[in-house]
Every structure is written in C-alpha cells, then in structure tokens.
C-alpha cells in the first residue's frame, strides 16, 4: 500500500482546497491515486453542496463587468457576508462575470453551463461550495447593449473592482465621445441606485400598476365633492406626481436636484453635438425577493453542542 505522506496530502489539499482530514482520507481510501482522490472528494463535494443546498443564500455580491457597447450584471449569492468577502468567492464571481461578457451569454442557464477553467460553471461552483463549506447560488444576470454608443456601469457598497451589493447597467445610444458618454452614463447609473425607478418611460410602467393608482386618485379626489371636470385634472396631477417619482425620465437628477433625466439628456444632445438616447437600465439589489431564514441563535448553539 501507496504510503500518504504530508506532501501527498498537501498537493491534494492545494489542488482540491477541501480541509487536510479529508484529503489524507481520500488518498487512503485511493492509494494514493492523486487523480481516484480528486474524483472522490469532488463526488464528497456534491454531497457536501446537496446537503447545503436547502439553507438561504441571501447574501453575496453584485459584479458587472463592460467593454464598449455592452455590459453585464451577475448576481451570486451566499449565506453570509463573512463570505461575501472571501477571495476565493469574489474571484469566482469576477470570472463568471467576465466570461458572461466575453461569450456574450445573456441567460442564467446558459452561463451555469457554460465552461470555466476546463469545467462548467455550475460544477466550478459546487467546488467552491464543498471548499468553503456554505451554500451558494448563481442567481440571476442580465445583459444590456447599445447598437452605438456605451453601457456605463456602477457598483454601490462596493467591497472590490465592480463588486458591491448594488450593480447598475444604463445604456446611453449616441455617436459623441465614448468617454463624455461614459460620464453621463455613470451620473445616470448612480441616480439609478439611489432612486430605484421602476421603468424607463411611463409607456413601460406596468398597466395594472397605472391602473391601480389611478382608481386611488380617482377616489381620493372624489371625495373632495367638486365637479367631475376638476376631479379628472386632480387625478392627472397625482398620476404625474406619481410618474416623477416611478419613472426614470420623468425623476429629477439627484446628481443637481432639480433638472428630469428626460432633461439632462436633452442638454446632453447639445453639448456633444450628437443626439443621446437613454435606451435601457438595469438596477440588480443585492437578496431582492430571497427570503432570509432568521435563526435564533440561543437555539443554534444548543443544536451545536447537542450534536
């Protein structure tokens, strides 16, 4: 029989990151066949990951990564912000972003099928998973490009180069100066975090949304007792205000504080000489929608010490 030595374990421990126990278990258990080791600990991995698979992975880290007329956003969670930080894990997650742009993947899916470092991405992750020893999930992404002109991206409580818990894509369509294009886009991108607009336009507001609203205006101003005329301008007049406050043409700059994005786009046009059109964002938050199991923590130590 093969005899493990600690540099045997120590290649194996370096080539798989799984922990020392495991790896000197593997190569008993193999031989010490580096490779039998390797496929044993990745078949422990899945394992490892199936069984973290039911715990919430609400947090992690938004990367967007741009070149010229394109960008992606990428969402990849964990469960806690202990690992949000970790190398490895914003590592992995800056190369499935850049690879998302470079193959020019649009889809969840595709991406997780897609192929990084000589393995899926999906598998890629699952390594990381029995390695670190907490769940994650590749969530979600999007792409956005624009026929002329630039994607302009921005990362809000960013915890490393286009890594944060808020990434921003705006699409600025237009034959001026990439670079004067890019600090607008950027503005644009930044007003986007702050003020979360619902959609571009009011044309692409939700008509349920709309419809909705308006029935709450209708009745509030109904209640004022003046004649249906006046009730229709009332109701108008709150839809407006409404849109100022869901729409991102129709929001005021929070860059000056008084002037509509539909505005400083206009103003833009001029002072570039070229027309600039805002043709798309996308705003990804950190966990939106993903449901945080709040464990008591009295509760998870005596679990701990039961066990």
Sequence with gaps: MTE???????????????????????LSENNGDMDASMDYLRKK???SAAKKSGRAAADG????????????????????????RNDQFQGMLTKVTALA???????????????????TVADTLTDLIA????????????????????????????????LGKIGVLVGLESAAPANKLE?????????????????????????????RERAIYAEKAKQSGKPAEIVEKMVEGSLRKFYEQAVLLEQVFVIDGQTKISAVLEKASKDLGAPVKLTGYVRYELGEGVEKKEDDFASEVAKMAAG
């Design 4 to 26: 493990i030595t600690a540099s045997l374990v120590k290649e194996l421990r370096e080539k798989s990151g799984a922990g020392m126990m495991d790896c000197k278990k593997a």
């Design 45 to 47: 991995g899945l394992a």
């Design 61 to 84: 880290l938004v990367g967007v990564a741009a070149q010229g007329n394109t960008a992606v956003v990428v969402e990849l969670n964990a469960e806690t912000d202990f690992v949000a």
């Design 101 to 119: 742009l470079k193959d020019k993947i649009s889809d969840v899916e595709k991406l997780k099928a897609a192929t990084l470092d000589g393995k």
């Design 131 to 162: 390695s670190i020893g907490e769940n994650m999930s590749l969530r979600r992404m999007q792409a956005l490009s624009v026929k002329q002109g630039v994607v302009a991206t921005y990362v809000h409580n960013s915890l490393g180069a286009n």
């Design 183 to 211: 600090e607008l886009g950027r503005q644009i991108a930044m007003h986007v975090a702050a003020t979360r607009p619902e959609s571009l336009d009011v044309a692409s507001l939700d008509k349920d949304t709309v419809a």
